[in-house]
């Protein structure tokens, strides 16, 4: 059954969707752009029929969640919701799942010590880190890149000011029409718009990308959480892509299997784009689910 819950954690108050029994191992699962906790809506139920307790926040500056006082819209601040939230539930063997900027801060986490999240999934976005070039892959990875800078044009596009905030009702069901070809995320737009309803909160979902290129986390507890965005991952995870993303292309998963810790896996999922949890909800199901419950 769908529940919701408030979670006040001092410079923000985030709102978020539950499913299951407050008290079973809680699973947190944090969105992306330009999306809404409502993304959860197919797997939330699923987690809770397997005995977790699902929270899905929406993430700050969407609505109904608050937007930052100071404005903190980094990494290290959705680093610390995630922590957060995680005490407050206080629930033993807790996971997270993280689509987009959601799994950013699921392999953030992957890099913390003493993380209190003793599995991981990220899915369309693999970790900066084990991005990186090695020796043996120098060539291809530079083509990659070359090529994945065609596709990150909206990257820059929202480092402008005021433009994407005006543009951002006619930016966004651009975004998921490519990023997805084929799906229909009409019931997704219209749960963004309601997540989006000022310029406020369009300024903020847009802040964060000025954040990853030109702004510093606020606090200094936030700022050190924001070095984890580029960290080596040390715990074991799972990492979810889809063969037809238009956000992120495949050829920047291959091979990173060899660069995560043990115990890690990477799957493409075929047919799907970026939003693949939304496209082939039976199979991405399958594999979170094998991933949470191995062992």
Known sequence: MLNRDTFDLGDVTLHALTWGTPGAPLALCLHGYPDTAWTWRHLGPELAGRGFHVVAPFSRGYAPSGIPADGDLSTGARVADALGIAARVGAPEAVVIGHDWGGFTATALAALDGTPFRAVVSLAVPP????????????PHLAQTLAQSVDSWYILANQLPVLPERAFARLTPFLWRTWSPGYDATEDLAHLAAATPTRAHRTAATDYYRFLLRRRAR??????????????????????HGSTDGCLRPGLFRGLERRLPAGSRVVEVEGAGHFLHLEQPALVHRLIIEHLTAG
């Open 128 to 139: 900066i880190a084990s991005m990186t070039p090695s020796r043996d892959n120098l060539l």
């Open 219 to 240: 606090s200094p507890r936030n700022r050190e959480l924001d070095r984890l965005l580029l960290a080596e991952p040390t715990h074991p995870l799972l990492t979810l």
